[in-house]
T-cell receptor, first 113, second 111 residues
Framework: KAGVTQTPRYLIKTRGQQVTLSCSPISGHRSVSWYQQTPGQGLQFLFEYFSETQRNKGNFPGRFSGRQFSNSRSEMNVSTLELGDSALYLC????????????FGPGTRLTVT | GENVEQHPSTLSVQEGDSAVIKCTYSDSASNYFPWYKQELGKGPQLIIDIRSNVGEKKDQRIAVTLNKTAKHFSLHITETQPEDSAVYFCAASLTGNQFYFGTGTSLTVIP
């Protein structure tokens, strides 16, 4: 069974631009969560989608948004990029919506210059 | 919200020795505790998990213990091997799939 895939794997953007990252969950998984990983803050929860609905949201500004499609694929968008948005963005999928094992993708490395 | 503390931040052991990583959590409502291993350039990989109705779980060389009263849980790796070298994260979940992660432990197994 194929794992979680994320595209692109690497991205370089300029301050003020916006970016869209994509995540394809494991086949059959309906929950997709997004995390930001930085050396200073570690792994921080951004938001979770289940059956196309955002169920939980972390403590991030409104510049961070996401959505989930009917095939469970998810995208996250960051508008008006700041230097501090440079991070590894990880997507994780889960079969169901409550305390089930989460499987992470390899991440998208975003660098903002 | 939940706060997860993890220690030590770095750990070096000789091959064949055991390694123990400890985490504490703040919210007694948390009821799911996974452990992840992250190798360089890769996403975290789930290695073992435990739910709040269980005190201990073992999978070959890896075991996790949970003390709900003290609000702490630990990862035990026995007979360590060089391929166990990685960063390990603990996490706690209150609801849904929103996980709070510890700050990570960089484990080095010396051959």
């Amino acid at each position: 069974k194929a794992g979680v895939t994320q595209t692109p794997r690497y991205l370089i953007k300029t301050r003020g631009q916006q970016v869209t990252l994509s995540c394809s969950p494991i086949s059959g998984h309906r929950s997709v969560s997004w995390y930001q990983q930085t050396p200073g803050q570690g792994l921080q929860f951004l938001f979770e989608y289940f059956s196309e609905t955002q169920r939980n949201k972390g403590n991030f500004p409104g510049r961070f948004s996401g959505r989930q499609f009917s095939n469970s694929r998810s995208e996250m968008n960051v508008s008006t990029l700041e230097l501090g948005d440079s991070a590894l963005y990880l997507c994780a999928s889960s079969l169901r919506g409550q305390h089930y094992e989460q499987y992470f993708g390899p991440g998208t490395r975003l660098t903002v210059t | 919200g939940e706060n997860v503390e993890q220690h030590p931040s770095t750990l070096s052991v000789q091959e064949g020795d055991s390694a123990v990583i400890k985490c504490t959590y703040s919210d007694s409502a948390s009821n799911y505790f996974p452990w992840y291993k992250q190798e360089l350039g890769k996403g975290p990989q789930l290695i073992i998990d435990i739910r709040s109705n269980v005190g201990e779980k073992k999978d070959q060389r890896i075991a996790v213990t949970l003390n709900k009263t003290a609000k702490h849980f630990s990862l035990h790796i026995t007979e360590t091997q060089p391929e166990d070298s990685a960063v390990y994260f603990c996490a706690a979940s209150l609801t849904g799939n929103q996980f709070y992660f510890g700050t990570g432990t960089s484990l080095t197994v010396i051959p």
